[in-house]
């Protein structure tokens, strides 16, 4: 019902930024929550940066001050610039989103996540 297509990630060095983008598709009445996550090897998938539908934002506090989430509601998209990038940041990135979708006369909320987009920041 929904789609995510997220792209931007990528292999930089440290220092050197990446901007993700995520595009939402489908029968999309409302969205809620949009927001990154990432998963290391080895480590659990957790909260990057997330945004709601009033702006209001929030961001794991090792990429405070390094990473901005912005979102763009007309066109559903969700953006992420990570700036001064490190080699731990290096995961995989992905999109979520929190939308409201109509199927038939029923009305529902779910997340939906992206495929995942690798970012690798070498030392």
């Known amino acids: 019902q929904v789609q995510l297509v997220e792209s931007g990630g990528g292999l930089v060095q440290a220092g050197e930024s990446l901007r993700l983008s995520c595009a939402a598709s489908?029968?999309?009445?409302?969205?809620?929550?949009m927001g990154w996550y990432r998963q290391a090897p080895g480590k659990q998938r957790e909260l990057v940066a997330g945004?709601?539908?009033?702006?209001?934002?929030n961001y794991a506090d090792s990429v405070k001050g390094r990473f901005t989430i912005s979102r763009a509601n007309a066109k559903n998209t969700v953006v992420l610039q990570m700036n001064s990038l490190k080699p731990e940041d290096t995961a995989v990135y992905y999109c979520?989103?929190?939308?409201?979708?109509?199927?038939?006369?029923?009305?529902?909320?779910?997340?939906?996540w992206g495929q995942g987009t690798q970012v690798t920041v070498s030392s």
């Open positions: 979520n989103v929190e939308a409201q979708t109509q199927t038939g006369s029923s009305y529902g909320w779910n997340d939906y």
């Open positions: 489908g029968r999309i009445l409302s969205i809620n929550v």
């Open positions: 945004i709601n539908s009033g702006g209001r934002t």
